[in-house]
């Protein structure tokens, strides 16, 4: 069975970082397009990064220049590094993969990220 594990949310004040983890098992980690999204109270889910089978990354506009998308196949791991974080980055994140040639996906189960004085 798929499993998506992520860890490494917390409390964390404006302008601190974070880094957030996903460790998968029971798949072949490297043919899956890895990616994290976030939910926040009363909102929809959002796009906030992703990696492709070939390392090639896209970010929300809302966090380009801040966070950092990175993946290890040997270790089955993707990370999210993020940096002056603001409390608008307050959300529960998910971690999320995506074998594109057969549309099947996978989510976390999600870490909460506070950001606050």
């Known amino acids: 069975q798929v499993q998506l594990v992520e860890s490494g949310g917390g409390l964390v004040q404006p302008g601190g970082s974070l880094r957030l983890s996903c460790a998968a098992s029971s798949m072949i980690f490297s043919i899956y397009d890895m990616g994290w999204y976030r939910q926040a109270p009363g909102k929809q889910r959002e796009l906030v990064a992703t990696?492709?089978?070939?390392?090639?990354?896209n970010y929300a506009d809302s966090v380009k220049g801040r966070f950092t998308i990175s993946r290890d196949n040997a270790k089955n791991t993707v990370s999210l590094q993020m940096n002056s974080m603001k409390p608008e980055d307050t959300a529960v994140y998910y971690c999320?993969?995506?074998?594109?040639?057969?549309?099947?996906?996978?989510w976390g189960q999600g870490t909460q990220v506070t950001v606050s004085s």
């Open positions: 990696i492709s089978t070939s390392s090639m990354t």
């Open positions: 999320h993969a995506k074998w594109l040639q057969i549309m099947r996906e996978y």
